[in-house]
Every structure is written in C-alpha cells, then in structure tokens.
C-alpha cells in the first residue's frame, strides 16, 4: 500500500522558507512520479513541482518557480519541498502525492483529482 506522510508546516512571515518532508513507504520510486500539489481554502487544487521518481529533471508552476525546489532521497524514501521567499499568497496545504508511470501528466492529474495517492496534508500559513 502506498502511504505518504507530510511534515514540515508551519507560520512564516513573508520571506522566510521552510522546508516540506514526505515520508514515503509501499512503493518503488523508480516506478513512480512524486509531487507536491496545495489546495487554499476556496480555491482549486494546484499543482507545485513534480520530479521523476528515479532522479532528473523538476517541473514547477510558474507561481513557485525559483522559490521552490523539489528533491528525493532514494536511500530514505523521501520526498522534499525547500520553499524560500514564501509570500502570503503560498498559504494552503500542502500535498505529498505520487503517480504510478511517471511524473508526465502530473499536472494534469492534480486538476482532474487522477493521481494515485496523496498524503494528508501538512499547513503552510504565511504572514504579512
């Protein structure tokens, strides 16, 4: 069974950073895409950044991009969201999720609610 266990949350003012982990278990990452997606209250699930389970290239929303960076450890099956100059508009939670296949349309799988697993979420609140 594929589980995913965020952590990491917390209150940060605007400019700080904090670090997301996702511990993962049940699962090959070399078969697997792995992600981050948020959801803010009222609004739509979006998808953050995504990488391919056995290493290479990250994919980020526009709305992160060279604030976030997306990692794994392979050797500790774990996913990692490094979040830096976090603006108010970053506040939601967070989402650890992997696809089975690869991360290709991960993206694509956040809107349409497609992707295989998800954790339970860690909050992410950023002040003024």
């Known amino acids: 069974e594929v589980q995913l266990v965020e952590s990491g949350g917390g209150l940060v003012q605007a400019g700080g950073s904090l670090r997301l982990s996702c511990a993962a278990s049940?699962?090959?990452?070399?078969?697997?895409?792995l992600g981050w997606f948020r959801q803010a209250p009222g609004k739509e699930r979006e998808g953050v950044a995504c990488?391919?389970?056995?290493?290479?290239?990250?994919s980020y929303a526009d709305s992160v991009k060279d604030r976030f960076t997306i990692s794994t450890d392979k050797t500790k099956n774990m996913v990692f969201l490094q979040m830096n100059d976090l603006k108010p508009e970053d506040t939601a939670v967070y989402y650890c999720?992997?696809?089975?296949?690869?991360?290709?349309?991960?993206?694509?799988?956040?809107?349409?609610?497609?992707?295989?697993?998800w954790g339970q979420g860690t909050q992410v609140t950023v002040s003024l």
């Open positions: 990488i391919d389970g056995r290493g290479g290239s990250a």
């Open positions: 999720a992997a696809d089975y296949g690869g991360p290709t349309h991960f993206f694509s799988f956040v809107r349409l609610n497609a992707l295989d697993a």
């Open positions: 049940g699962f090959s990452f070399d078969d697997y895409g």
